[in-house]
């Protein structure tokens, strides 16, 4: 723990802090929209422990709230949750092992992800993603059982803006890797083709689609390969 | 609560398979060595998701447009971000924006 302390410096902590704070705050709206919907107030906390995924929670609660059959329930929590194979063969290096390695794959979501990918060297890489990870583990199943607590008091967290936090904390971190241009173009694709989906496809799958960008990436590494003279047919 | 243990076995199942994804890429990765450029790829993906996720949480809601105020408030975030401003400048700077816009009546 202390060298993880000392890893990182006082602005990273501070950014870290920073987003596990506003995840507390998401958490908040999402216990209070769970208890509203008919959940018992440990309902939220449980599942936000246990899922630690947010998109695919609020969707979960939203689906039984409406009526909709639990099984239904879970396959559209699953859908949400599958970009987590991607993100898991991004990042293995940071989860640790052994009975370590469990819980550092539990601690596995959107911004522990991109903390760790924005960092520099695989010892801050690893500090980040822990510290972020184990701040969110707290963080968020406490919001929902503050918001479950005060129930309808929050329940309108629209207006103070606070669904603006969340694609705001993840743009700003994924910002310094889009410099690179091949990243930046085929990254744009991979929205274009998202965000056209989202009309028809159901939650999960359009982020999932964007992938389909990925031959963009290829093509321009595999043309600067060729410039270098490296072999360009052995891939995979 | 209605259907109080079904629902909780959902949740439960739901639990499991979020850890069994979560531990695909992991398993996966500890058997197979990727080459460089494979690997590289793979970083690669993780961030078109992760635009992707900011793109359609910033600009979505269900099937449909957002309304206005959540994408100017991210993308008043972003420019901030990309100025090299703070990060907690930014993350204020995103929820106030459309906050203020909302209270102006614009949705």
Redesign the interface.
């Known amino acids: 723990m202390r060298s993880l302390w000392k890893t990182l410096d006082r602005t990273q902590w501070r950014d870290i802090a920073l987003v596990c704070l506003a995840v507390g705050v998401i958490g908040l709206s999402y216990g209070a929209i769970a208890v509203t919907s008919g959940f018992a107030w440990w309902f939220p906390v449980l599942m936000g422990a246990l899922v630690l995924a947010a998109s695919s929670e609020f969707l979960f609660v939203g689906i039984i709230a409406a009526g909709g059959s639990p099984i239904a329930a879970v396959l559209a929590g699953l859908l949400v949750n599958a970009r987590h194979v991607p993100f898991g063969l991004a990042v293995p290096d940071v989860l640790g092992r052994g009975w370590k390695g469990l819980i550092g794959t539990h601690l596995m979501n959107d911004e522990t992800v991109v903390f760790a990918i924005a960092q520099d060297g695989l010892p801050r890489k690893r500090a980040a993603y822990w510290a972020c990870g184990l701040g969110i583990l707290i963080c968020w199943p406490a919001g929902a059982a503050l918001g479950a607590l005060l129930g309808s008091v929050v329940h309108d967290t629209d207006a103070l803006g606070l669904d603006a936090m969340f694609p705001a904390v993840i743009l700003a971190l994924i910002l310094p890797a889009l410099k690179q241009r091949e990243l930046r173009r085929t990254s744009l694709a991979g929205v274009v083709l998202a965000l056209v989906s989202t009309a028809f496809l159901p939650a999960g799958l359009p982020v999932l689609i964007a992938l389909a960008a990925l031959p963009l990436f290829t093509a321009a590494a595999a043309t600067q390969g060729a410039d270098q003279g490296t072999d360009r047919g052995a891939d995979r | ?4 243990v ?10 499991g ?3 069994l ?6 398993a ?3 058997r197979v060595t ?2 460089e ?2 690997e ?21 809601e269900g ?2 447009f ?1 309304g206005l ?2 994408p100017i ?2 993308a008043v ?2 420019v901030l ?2 100025r090299k401003a703070p ?2 400048l ?2 204020l ?8 816009l ?2 102006a009546g614009v949705r």
């Open positions: 609560m209605k259907n109080a079904p629902t909780l076995i959902a949740m439960l199942a739901l639990a398979g979020t850890f994804l979560r531990l695909a890429g992991p996966l990765r500890a990727f080459p450029r494979a590289k790829l793979l970083e690669a993906s993780a961030i078109v998701l992760l635009a992707a996720l900011t793109a359609t949480a910033a600009l979505t099937h449909g957002a105020a959540r408030g991210v975030g972003g971000a990309w990060f907690l930014v993350v700077a995103a929820a106030g924006t459309a906050a203020l909302r209270l």
